[in-house]
């Protein structure tokens, strides 16, 4: 656990084994910061998924999470952390990261939470690749592929979502689902293809979705 007004670095190259349902819980101000080509890596240790990191309402929004390698991870199994990354209310930078092989959703945002989630790989995710509920990410210029969910990216009741230049493939249901109180979502630039269930499902009541400029 990551207290309030305490600060946690973790160096490029560090890799931090979780053996058991363990979890890392973020009330302060986390910088996991790796390299290209020398990644930080966040997995478990023998057969048993660990849980996620979570970032809280409490926790720094500059906090940031960049060029890791997040694996075998499961969520912490109760709402609103169900997700390998969760942003529970925070808007920390989640950039350039690989985020594979997980049991749960890859990142899953909540509480208002207005994270930018860009660049990152999120693959073989065995419910949504990214979900938002009740907030307004930036969802830029990541590859979603092989999510078992129902959709790569999965928006309700968030507000001001930003959909742009994201690559969502081969995902075994939606690429894109919005299920309902979705205003102002801006979806452009994409490319959504080979989703098993269609491209982009825009549910009930939702106003103002602007989808533009994709491939679908």
Aim: with cysteine; proline share 2%.
């Amino acid at each position: 656990v990551i207290q309030p007004g305490d600060s946690l670095t973790i160096e490029p190259g560090v890799r931090i084994f979780f053996d058991g349902a363990y979890r890392l819980d973020v009330f302060g101000a986390l910088f996991a910061v790796g390299e290209d080509q020398n990644r930080i890596i966040f997995s478990r240790e023998g057969d048993t998924y660990w849980m996620s990191i979570n970032f809280s309402d409490d926790a720094d929004d500059n906090s940031r999470l960049e060029y890791c390698d997040i694996e075998y991870a499961s969520g912490s199994g109760y709402e609103p952390y169900l997700g390998a990354v969760n942003c529970n209310g925070s808007s920390s930078s989640i950039k350039y990261n690989n985020i594979s092989n997980c049991s749960n959703n890859g990142i899953y945002i909540s509480n208002e939470a207005k994270p930018v989630i860009q660049n990152n790989n999120l693959i073989d995710i065995n419910s949504n690749g990214i979900y938002s509920d009740g907030s307004s990410p930036e969802i830029l210029d990541n590859n979603i592929s092989s999510i078992g969910g129902t959709a790569g990216v999965y928006l309700t009741q968030s507000d001001s979502a930003i959909v742009v230049n994201n690559t969502i493939t081969n995902n075994n249901s939606y690429g894109i689902y919005i299920k309902q109180n979705c205003y102002n979502t801006d979806i452009t630039n994409n490319i959504i293809s080979n989703n098993s269930s269609g491209g982009v499902y825009i549910r009930e009541y939702n106003d103002n979705v602007d989808i533009k400029n994709n491939s679908i």
